[in-house]
């Protein structure tokens, strides 16, 4: 590890408030130069102000770095560990000023982003460079690949909806549905990306696990937080619909788990939480929503694996994967994930 290039971690990810005046602000960072009324942005603000204006992304984060920089130091990588946020602080720019100051050349990036789509890869290589050209011989960033079939983070979503599902009788069981839920996105973001591919594969490896194979009768993947017009198709069902249908027929038991969120921020707090257990509650359906991976020990240790890999250069064959889809490259093609007709309206709920 001594001839690597790499000279410190930088944790990215999302951000969120952690208080009432933080929210608006905080909203308008992320709903910047997209058409969004007024009136969709105090819907959302409303939806924080439930939770006292704190967003539970920044506090899991934290709980992440530590975790971190535990596994790094078990593993001798003697790095240090920055962390920036896309729209709340510490914003990404603050941080890359803060490294330029130590003296930092090189680091490498884990997003906190499981699957490719224009919002959860390309648009923070995005982020990254305009970073960089805001403070002006900025370190160079080299982002982690995208790691939703790693063993680790299979294994630790398969562990963390075993759980729900042990919630149940065996008799339950029976007649169990579990909903994989992810965050939707248009069409025509889905349609120059793996995303639908990789949750796919995701969820079928998580179900396939021995964990979870045998405790459940029905499995589909299912979206939530859909934030555009009418008028634009999204990836569908939505959570909501798809409950309403799979009660129509005769669904009484369901777990939900958010197999596409790393965390269990404001998106699965409200829409799961709230919205998805109220509408089950009303229906009659017993309801049990799940950890996301990033609340698993396992996450850690995958996190360490994917630093390592990189600092030792290791082969395609040395590092670990799961299921048929192959390992993702370390770099993204210059297209990948592109969303060019518009850009994204991304639900401010995080």
Known sequence: MSSSPYDAILFLSFGGPEGMDDVMPFLANVLRGKNVPESRMKEVAHHYEQFGGVSPINGQNR???????????????????????????????????????????????FITSAYSSYSGCRQYLEDIEKARAEVGDAPQIDKLRVFYNHPDYIEANAQNLAAGLDQFSPEEQKSLHIAFTAHSIPMGMADNCEYQKQLLEACRLVAESPLVANKFATQALVYQSRSGPAAQPWLEPDILDHIKDMQGQGMTSLVVHPIGFVSDHMEVQYDLDTEASNLAGELGVKFVRTATAGTNDLFAR??????????QSLDVGERKVVGTAGLAPDQCNPGCCAYTPARPPQRAAT
């Not at 360490?304 to 990189?310: A, K, M, S, T, Y």
């Open 63 to 109: 709980e992440l770095i530590r975790k971190l920089k535990a596994e790094l130091a078990q593993r001798k990588i003697d790095l240090p560990v920055y962390w920036g946020n896309r729209n709340w602080h510490p914003m990404l720019a603050d941080t890359l000023k803060e490294m330029k100051k130590d003296g930092i050349k090189q680091a490498l990036a």
């Open 302 to 311: 995958m996190m360490g694996d994917l630093v390592q890999e990189r600092l």
